[in-house]
């Protein structure tokens, strides 16, 4: 286990520490100088009690130096006066030896010493868009909120990123295994989100901190890409305190709720819809739009490399609702024949026109497949997928007249409040 942590970076609580430190310093020397000021002398350094207030200062800095000046033993005056600088000379060399330990531990391990000190944080598991995604929205409510991110792949591209905002700390390792949890000072920790790209992993840390620390569990919240897992885990009741969530269904049921249904209750026929991509993302819509645009619609025609075979699972997994017929295409949505195809199970012209939701796992075969199918179907409504919008796609969708819909945006829509907050429930 590693760490990437930049110098003087997110050391958090460490400023408050710092101020301690040196009230306790600020102190002995006061201690020792105020020994000499009450007329206790050193046996090697006889007049220093008679001297200036700077050279008072001076000796007694000297306590703090090993192997440097011989000032001898505490020597006449007052025993009051005595027994502080009798408490110098014991204290002075004692903060410098932590001091040197300190300095010692940082540079053999500069992640230990740092995560010692975390309190009141934020465990983040994941470094991917999406855990990119939830820490800015995190930093824009809670700038002072410690973060402590967790990924395994010392060389993902999104580690630079994080890194660079404030009060964030890197720790390399797996999130669900052993010795990652015992550095993750879970006896102290806000709340923990699991945003990695494995969902076994995820359940299984949030399954592991719940049985260290109970009291924490509905402070974790849990991504589940897989859907169908995410309904298995729900309908049998596993780990119920945990609050879990998709990111495709968050979504798929804005986009239906605010997109799709409004357009389809204004066309006065049953409708077509056109999925071109048919993996999580696509088949999460489908379910959608089966609970809320129920009578609404007439055929859906599934695009993908993998169409039949998806389809099937689906089926199998979620079922096809009565009342619409479903045809698949197993072909390339990049390739112009597989519009060919589709225009002739579609019909021509088909009214109303057909409703074209682009939702592969490339954002740039979305838009280019948008932009292609915008000059063919001039008056159908068409949707492109996208994890983010810049402004090029914003310009280019509002030019060619079809839509962008931003899983990121959506998602941060359907983002609740309490999943920022102590608590995730």
């Not at 010692?104 to 995604?133: D, E, K, M, S, T």
């Not at 039949?308 to 079922?319: D, K, S, Y």
């Not at 914003?394 to 309490?418: K, N, W, Y």
Request: charged fraction near 20%; hydrophobic fraction near 45%; charge should be positive.
């Amino acid at each position: 286990m590693s760490t990437a942590l930049r110098p003087f970076q997110a050391l958090g609580g460490s400023w408050r520490w710092l101020f301690w430190r040196v009230l306790v310093f600020v102190l002995v020397v006061a201690a020792g100088v105020t020994g000499l000021d009450a007329g206790v002398g050193m046996s090697e350094r006889p007049g220093v009690s008679a001297a200036g207030f700077l050279t008072k200062v001076y000796y007694t800095l000297g306590l703090f130096v090993f192997g440097g000046l011989d000032l001898g033993v505490p020597r006449g005056g007052p025993p009051w006066g005595r027994a502080l600088l009798w408490l110098t000379y014991f204290a002075a060399p004692a903060i410098t030896t932590s001091a040197l330990v300190e300095g010692v531990l940082v540079l053999v391990r500069p992640h230990a010493w740092r995560l010692r000190r975390l309190r009141n944080h934020v465990v983040i598991g994941g470094c991917g868009r999406l855990a990119l995604l939830y820490l800015e929205r995190l930093r824009e409510r809670f700038p002072k909120r410690q973060v402590l991110v967790v990924e395994r792949r010392t060389d993902h591209p999104l580690l630079e990123t994080m890194s660079e905002l404030s009060r964030t700390q890197i720790l390399h390792g797996d999130i669900s295994s052993e010795a990652v949890l015992k550095a993750l000072r879970l006896d102290r920790v806000r709340s923990v989100v699991l945003l990695t790209g494995d969902d076994y992993a995820n359940l299984d840390a949030a399954s592991r901190i719940c049985q260290i620390r109970p009291d924490l569990s509905r402070r974790i919240l849990v991504h589940v890409s897989d859907i169908r897992l995410l309904r298995t885990i729900e309908k049998r009741g596993i780990l119920p305190e945990v609050a879990k969530f998709n990111s495709y269904r968050s979504a798929a049921q804005h986009l239906v709720a605010d997109t799709l249904v409004p357009h389809f209750q204004l066309t006065k026929r049953l409708d077509t819809v056109v999925l071109a991509g048919f993996g999580r993302f696509g088949q999460t819509v489908l379910d959608e739009l089966q609970h809320q645009a129920a009578g609404l619609l007439q055929t859906v025609v599934i695009i993908d490399l993998e169409a039949e075979l998806r389809t099937m699972v689906f089926a199998e997994q979620v079922g096809f609702a009565a009342g619409y017929r479903h045809e698949t295409v197993d072909a390339d949505l990049r390739h112009p024949a597989t519009w060919q195809r589709v225009q002739e199970m579609i019909g021509e012209p088909a009214t109303p026109r057909p409703v074209f939701i682009l939702g592969s796992g490339d954002d740039g075969v979305n838009i280019r497949t948008a932009l292609w199918l915008s000059s063919k179907f001039t008056d159908a409504k068409i949707v492109a997928r996208c994890f983010d919008q810049s402004s090029f796609t914003r310009q280019i969708s509002q030019e060619c007249g079809f839509e962008i819909v931003s899983t990121a945006e959506l998602l941060l829509a359907s983002m609740r409040p309490d999943w920022l907050a102590a608590d995730t429930r």
